[in-house]
């Protein structure tokens, strides 16, 4: 019983990303200014889609981990998988799904 609680637990809260304290700022910085360029410095949209809590709701973090990496063809979002790890994609996930 309590081996299948620790695995509902595992997956019920998104994987958290092992990020330093001085890259977390960073890649706050970069939303603002990279990712704001294109969705909006509110991000509430612009070229690309809104990234606000609500547009998110039910987007899982590593389905957006995935788009922010690899990009989406066809579109003007780029993939950023060249400048960042996995983690740092995971915890720019988390960032935004957490963000108002």
Request: charged share 20%; proline share 7%; aromatic share 4%.
């Amino acid at each position: 019983m309590l081996e299948e609680c620790a695995v509902l637990v595992l997956f019920a809260f998104p994987a958290m990303a092992d990020v330093s304290a001085d890259r977390a700022r960073a890649l706050e910085h970069m939303v603002t200014q990279d990712c704001g360029s294109c969705h909006g410095l509110t991000l509430k949209g612009g070229l690309g889609r809104p990234l606000t809590r609500e547009a998110l709701a039910n987007a899982d973090p590593e389905g957006l981990t995935l788009i922010i990496l690899d990009g989406i063809p066809g579109t003007a979002m780029p993939p950023w998988r060249p400048l960042l790890t996995e983690d740092e994609a995971l915890w720019i996930a988390n960032y935004l799904k957490g963000k108002d």
